[in-house]
């Protein structure tokens, strides 16, 4: 994509601050950090969701997120991490390229868990929800 800022990090036509990289994946700094350390991990190809990656890239973001996290807990001296992705634009995906946020977590930092970014519990049973999904056939 012509226009996609992470496009153009992944290309290096944008500087940025590139702390580990891998064959399909590169991890920089947040330019909008929320911690120390946010890091972003993206695909070096274009994929606007995390559904869309070939699955066959799957081991080699895990190991570069698995890295990250490693660089980050030697530098900066944290074993606390939240890990995420806001896929589409109600759940906060405001560039529409897969990434993957690794927000390293520090005492008193005042953030709270996953948990606590929604909090709109289902109106049917556990039973119900299961059983839609369960119909559901790719």
């Not at 496009?7 to 330019?31: G, P, R, T, V």
């Not at 274009?46 to 997120?65: A, I, M, R, S, T």
């Amino acid at each position: 994509m012509n226009n996609c800022p992470f496009c153009q990090i992944a290309k290096k036509e944008i500087n940025s601050y590139i702390i580990a990289e891998s064959d399909n994946f590169l991890a920089f700094l947040d330019i909008h950090p929320h911690a120390p350390g946010h890091t972003l991990i993206i695909p070096k190809l274009h994929f606007e969701k995390f559904q869309d990656l070939p699955p066959d890239l799957g081991n080699d973001f895990l190991y570069l997120v698995q890295k990250t996290i490693s660089l980050i807990k030697k530098s900066l001296g944290t074993d606390n991490f939240t890990l995420g992705i806001n896929e589409g634009s109600i759940a906060g995906q405001v560039v529409k390229h897969f990434h993957f946020h690794v927000m390293p977590r520090f005492s008193n930092d005042q953030g709270h868990s996953l948990h606590a970014v929604v909090n709109n519990p289902p109106q049917e049973s556990l039973e119900e929800i299961y059983n839609k999904i369960r119909t559901v056939v790719d």
